[in-house]
């Protein structure tokens, strides 16, 4: 009888076990920076925006428990490969530089770099190398760092965030910032003395990063964005943050 008990007993906590370890491998810990308006951001100490309200959508297609964790962006990638984190959504372009030490899911949204300054100072740029001789504000390891970088003559002013880089311009600490489109068009549409300057951009797209060998997880994520915009449900979204 005791045997019949301890056996009964070794059964349950199999199932129990096993039950368990299935619910650890649906959570997914994702990497954020909650600093990237109307992406992510905190509202009340919680983080909200485009990239969550996704996160959202693709947790009800695949069964995932997404655990969303957010730090510095450019902590995001290492956090990645050290395996702190099992997946990457930061508004972060799918750079050929990026694509060599991680994978990246099918794109979920375009953008582009632009500049941001006084309405005087944007009459005299009519390209980014204009930006010659000037103290420009970027966000570490944000995609303007890297083009801003590049441009011979300009002194670049590193922030560790969107707002510290606009409160700078708008104290004249620096003569422009260069930043995703979006997050510049929130910025200069409530800073009226802020414009974005007419200049051409280059896209880029933004998707979510992984691990190159979680293919799994890759596959699930992506099938899950294309049903998202086969749906509506992708639309609804994009209404929501961008009207």
């Known amino acids: 009888m005791k045997k019949f008990f301890k056996l009964i007993l070794m059964s349950l ?9 299935f619910a650890k491998s649906n959570v997914i810990y994702v990497g954020t920076n909650a600093e990237f308006m109307p992406f992510e951001y905190l509202d009340k100490n919680k983080i909200i925006g485009f990239d969550i309200d996704l996160l959202d959508a693709i947790s009800k297609e695949t069964g995932l428990e997404f655990k969303i964790q957010d730090m510095a962006f450019d902590g995001l990638l290492p956090a990645l490969q050290t395996k702190k984190i099992d997946m990457v959504i930061a508004g972060m372009s799918a750079t ?6 991680v994978a990246f899911s099918k794109p979920y949204f375009k953008a582009k770099q632009v500049v941001i300054t006084t309405p005087e100072k944007a009459k005299s ?11 420009v504000g970027v966000m570490l390891g944000f995609t303007g760092d890297t083009v801003v970088s590049e441009i011979k003559g300009v002194k670049v002013e590193r922030f560790n965030a969107a707002y510290a880089a606009i409160l700078a311009l708008s104290q004249n600490k620096v003569d422009a910032v260069v930043l995703d489109s979006e997050p510049a068009k929130k910025y ?9 300057a007419n200049i051409p951009a280059e896209e880029e797209n933004y998707a979510i990063a992984f691990r190159k060998n979680d ?18 449900e992708y639309d609804k979204i994009l209404k929501k943050y961008f009207k």
Do not use: C
Not at 13 to 21: A, D, K, N, Q
């Open 96 to 101: 050929p530089e990026r694509q060599k030490a």
């Open 125 to 135: 740029l009519k390209s980014f190398k204009d930006l010659s001789g000037k103290k």
């Open 215 to 232: 293919k799994e997880l890759i596959n699930k994520v992506n099938a899950a964005l294309d049903k998202i915009k086969a749906n509506g």
């Open 188 to 196: 200069s549409g409530t800073m009226k003395q802020l414009v974005i």
């Open 13 to 21: 906590l199999s199932v129990v076990i096993s039950v368990s370890v």
